[in-house]
């Protein structure tokens, strides 16, 4: 049972350059997000998709894209990246069905670097 | 008021000890309240989650009083594997039940 996988795991990116953070799950879950996490500070919500087809603006969106073709799938697209961009991103999903108490799991994160 | 606020330690406590950690938050009206624990250079996990009633799980006790917009995770005989950062996170309400917010998470060191 692999739950959310992510990849890959580490990047280093030159300023200016464009990658795809890749996020997959396979516990039917409706609900995904990618939050980044910078050090000593909290997880920001970047994007959020309530299922295939929809997706949302959270916190922090400038600079990502997203776009959830598939229940399974939410790829986060960095185009021309900045500095500012460093920092570890997480992707997790839920599935709402489950409540009010509904956990949020997590993949093990990407380490991205902008040069 | 930040949405979510957290004691910011760190904390370092012997083996053994009891140690408590608060967190608040803005919202009156969110949902649902959690304890994640993440290891260093890993993911969130879910400790524990926090209900109304409060709620006990082995040596971890979590209380809720939304009176004050305060929970609490209270650490009985710690251990060495419970180093960890401890992170609070409040489930909005309505048209935000989407939305999970974290605090910036307290650093919690057992030392033998």
Redesign the interface.
């Known amino acids: 049972n692999a739950g959310v996988t992510q990849t890959p795991k580490f990047r280093i990116l030159k300023i200016g350059q464009s990658m795809t953070l890749q996020c997959t799950q396979d516990m039917n879950h409706n ?1 995904m ?1 990618w ?1 980044r996490q910078d050090p ?4 920001k ?1 970047i994007y ?1 998709s ?1 299922g295939a087809g929809i997706t949302d603006k ?1 916190e922090v969106p400038n600079g990502y894209n997203v776009s959830r073709s598939t229940t399974e799938d939410f790829p986060l697209r960095l185009e021309l990246a900045a500095p500012s961009q460093t920092s570890v991103y ?1 992707c997790a999903s839920r599935y ?1 069905a489950h409540g ?2 509904a ?2 799991f ?4 990407t380490r991205l670097t902008v040069v | 008021r930040k949405e ?1 606020e957290q004691d910011p330690g760190p904390f370092n406590v012997p083996e053994g000890a009891t140690v408590a950690f608060n967190c608040t938050y803005s919202n009156s009206a969110s ?2 309240f ?1 304890w994640y624990r993440q290891d260093c ?6 400790l524990m ?1 926090v209900y109304s009633s409060g709620n006990e799980d082995g040596r971890f006790t979590a209380q809720l009083n939304r009176a004050s917009q305060y929970i609490s995770l209270l650490i009985r005989d710690s251990k060495l594997s419970d180093s960890a950062t401890y ?1 609070c996170v409040v ?1 909005g309400s309505g048209g935000s039940n ?8 307290t650093l919690l060191t057992v030392n033998p």
């Open positions: 609900y997000y939050y000593g500070m909290g997880l919500l959020y309530v959270g997480f709402l009010d108490y956990e949020a997590f993949g093990q994160g | 979510v949902q649902s959690f250079r890993k993911e969130p996990k879910l989650s992170l489930r989407y939305k999970l917010t974290f605090g910036k998470g």
